[in-house]
């Protein structure tokens, strides 16, 4: 039986908050549970936007991030992060990318103008799979025009303070700042070695100036030494 297409349904938000020249993010609720979730957007160098991750916005900030850009591109991170990804992009008339690796499982859930492999290329964004991961995940490399960079993440990393998720997230070790949380070691990672090796490659990347995880705070200072601490815990 085909799932049933989920609306666009405006769950409670934050406000904008505009981290670069080229990069904002809003965080908010994942309906249903209790568990946050953050949206980034970011301004290409033709004017329109790409959002990595998908939220809804109330009616003032939708405006105000048209008023920013043409809204282009939608990168889902992976198939278990789509549940707002058909209404959103239908809504904004958006092109939408997933991972070669959850390719079927996407297209089941939205209508895709491609795989990562397609993404239009733009020179303040680059794209990386995750190493060792199941499920093709990405992570965005976005520099800004003061030179700072930011690295966007979806699940691999997280930041999740014990205050902004449920008790069961909790028991589960979701919380407990940034990490890769354990559910995530066991159903998704399939190359330990890898993905270590990734992420201290990262912590060495120039310009890095903060981690954009899709759940929980932002590392806005900091982000090598908290991507070599991830990286020896994987």
């Given at each position: 039986m085909a799932r049933p297409?989920?609306?666009?349904?405006?769950?409670?938000?934050?406000?904008?908050?505009?981290l670069e020249d080229n990069l904002w993010v809003v965080a908010g609720k994942v309906p249903g549970l209790p568990f946050r979730r953050r949206m980034s957007i970011v301004r290409r160098a033709d004017g329109t936007l790409l959002f990595f991750n998908a939220i809804p916005l109330e009616d003032a900030s939708l405006a105000e991030v048209q008023?920013?850009?043409?809204?282009?591109?939608?990168?889902?991170?992976?198939?278990?992060?789509?549940?707002?990804?058909?209404a959103f992009a239908e809504k904004l008339g958006l092109a939408v990318y997933a991972p070669k690796e959850c390719e079927a499982k996407a297209r089941e859930r939205a209508d895709l103008a491609g795989t990562l492999d397609g993404l239009p290329s733009d020179p303040a964004i680059r794209v990386e799979a995750v190493a060792g991961l199941k499920n093709g995940e990405p992570a965005l490399f976005i520099t800004s025009g003061n030179g700072h960079v930011s690295l966007l993440v979806s699940d691999v990393v997280?930041?999740?303070?014990?205050?902004?998720?449920?008790?069961?997230?909790?028991?589960?070790?979701?919380?407990?700042?940034v990490k890769v949380v354990p559910v995530f070691k066991m159903m998704f990672i399939k190359d330990k070695p890898a993905l270590r090796a990734q992420l201290e490659r990262?912590?060495?990347?120039?310009?890095?100036?903060?981690?954009?995880?899709?759940?929980?705070d932002l590392v806005p200072a900091g982000a090598p030494e908290a991507l070599r601490a991830v990286a020896a815990t994987v």
């Open positions: 297409r989920r609306p666009w349904i405006v769950t409670e938000h934050d406000p904008i908050e505009k008023a920013w850009g043409k809204p282009a591109i939608l990168v889902v991170p992976h198939e278990q992060h789509m549940i707002d990804a058909r997280m930041n999740n303070p014990k205050t902004s998720i449920g008790l069961l997230p909790r028991l589960m070790g979701f919380a407990g700042g990262w912590a060495g990347t120039s310009g890095l100036t903060r981690l954009v995880p899709c759940h929980g």
